[in-house]
């Protein structure tokens, strides 16, 4: 869905901190080959509510090649966390698009 739609940015809201599910890419630097292309994690950002990680996407029978970022939120969905919170994200979102 992300290589259709050439999905620039997935905001992730829950922490990928927790032991519920392993993490769906390789170490940093390593090659994930799909069907027609290959995902590569080419840098992660720790802050205090983000986890920002941006990918690589690259066509394996073309030349054609875009970045994905993935913004997980680590206080997603506490029940007690201030509307500010949300605001915060919208405006991450805002930022790097």
């Known amino acids: 869905m992300v290589w259709d739609n050439n999905a620039n940015q997935i905001v992730m809201l829950n922490s990928d901190e927790t032991n519920d ?6 170490p940093m630097g390593q090659i994930l080959a799909c069907d027609c292309f290959n995902v ?5 950002n720790f802050d205090m509510d983000f986890i920002i990680r941006e990918f690589l996407l690259q066509s394996i029978d073309e030349d054609y090649e875009f ?3 993935l913004i997980c ?3 997603w ?3 007690c966390t201030p509307i500010k919170s ?3 994200l ?5 930022a790097y698009h």
Do not use: G
């Not at 590569?40 to 992660?44: A, D, F, M, T």
């Not at 919208?90 to 805002?94: A, E, H, L, P, T």
């Open 21 to 26: 599910f392993e993490p769906y890419w390789l």
């Open 40 to 44: 590569i994690l080419k840098e992660e």
């Open 67 to 69: 970045t994905c970022r």
């Open 73 to 75: 939120v680590s206080y």
């Open 77 to 79: 969905p506490e029940s």
């Open 86 to 88: 949300a605001f915060d």
């Open 90 to 94: 919208i405006n991450k979102v805002k």
